[in-house]
């Protein structure tokens, strides 16, 4: 899977968490709570259906490092099988 693809399922599952949100015109490099209105629930709701996506694992410890969507990538990437 590339990088786009894998950018792709990502945006899905937000979309699904938060429909409002303009998938079109999403910029990779803009922190989700602060530009996308993302509260907490709805991050964890994001990082747990990537999690039963693609099946990567994905430590609370790791939540803090995730902010924006490009971050949620380069974490992912190295990790898809």
Do not use: C, K, W
């Not at 530009?35 to 709701?45: P, T």
């Not at 996506?53 to 994905?58: D, E």
């Not at 939540?63 to 490009?70: P, R, S």
């Amino acid at each position: 899977m590339n990088r786009e693809e894998l950018r792709a399922i990502v945006l899905d599952e937000l979309s699904a968490i938060a429909p409002d949100i303009d998938i079109d015109q999403f910029d990779d490099r803009a922190r989700l709570r602060d530009e996308y209105d993302l509260d907490s629930m709805d991050a964890l709701n994001l990082l747990s259906a990537v999690h039963q996506r693609l099946g990567v694992n994905i430590p609370e410890s790791d939540y803090a490092g995730m902010h924006t969507l490009q971050e949620l990538l380069d974490y992912l990437e190295p990790r898809i099988e």
